[in-house]
């Protein structure tokens, strides 16, 4: 019979050394992945089909409960395969980067003189609500419910995790902008919580 492990206020991994300050570079690959099931609580709605030419993002599915809700291209290139499992669930796209990277131009855009739909819009569009969780169960925020409260994680527990401090360098403006457009969101508090 399996051991019930109950486990409060977390549980430290005795883990020997730990991650350098070291920015090693861009990494490429030729060949990406989006696999919906990364996406928790989202049942995911093709927007493009093998063969087509994608930018970095463009559209390639989307939430079925909510259309608005994208999954994007990170790059540009093609869309070279499908693969899907039981009940044609859909288990990843595959695309393949061409040359140089493309992207949809989304303008830029002042946070503070932004309406709080119009920062929603933005969002989505861009593909990055996927970023947006909803607790207690942690899965993609419905666009449709205000938050009572926004909740910023600005560090990580993992093991081995980088240092925000040492990511974020010299970025504290675009940090600043994007509490500020999260502000526009709700009529509550952002809290943004480091360690």
Not at 13 to 23: K, N, R, S, V, Y
Request: aromatic letters at 8%; one cysteine or more; proline letters at 6%.
């Amino acid at each position: 019979m399996a051991s019930r492990i109950k486990i409060k206020k977390g549980l430290d991994i005795p883990l020997m050394g730990e991650p350098q300050d070291i920015f090693l570079g861009e990494v490429k690959s030729d060949i990406l992945k989006i696999c919906p099931e990364d996406f928790t609580g989202v049942t995911p709605k093709l927007s493009v089909k093998v063969g087509d030419e994608v930018k970095a993002g463009t559209a390639l599915m989307y939430d079925r409960n909510h259309p608005s809700v994208k999954v994007v291209s990170p790059v540009s290139g093609v869309v070279t395969a499908i693969d899907r499992g039981e009940k044609r669930r859909i288990l990843n796209i595959t695309v393949e980067r061409k040359g140089v990277n493309e992207f949809v131009d989304y303008g830029i855009k002042n946070a503070l003189t932004m309406k709080a739909e119009e920062v929603k819009e933005y969002i989505l569009d861009a593909g990055l609500w996927f970023f947006i969780k909803q607790r207690p169960y942690d899965v993609v925020a419905n666009p449709d419910n205000e938050p009572r409260d926004i909740f910023v994680t600005g560090f990580s527990s993992a093991p081995l995790a980088p240092s925000y401090d040492f990511i974020l360098k010299d970025q504290e403006k675009d940090v600043l902008t994007g509490l500020d457009a999260l502000s526009k969101l709700t009529k509550g508090k952002v809290h943004l919580s480091v360690s």
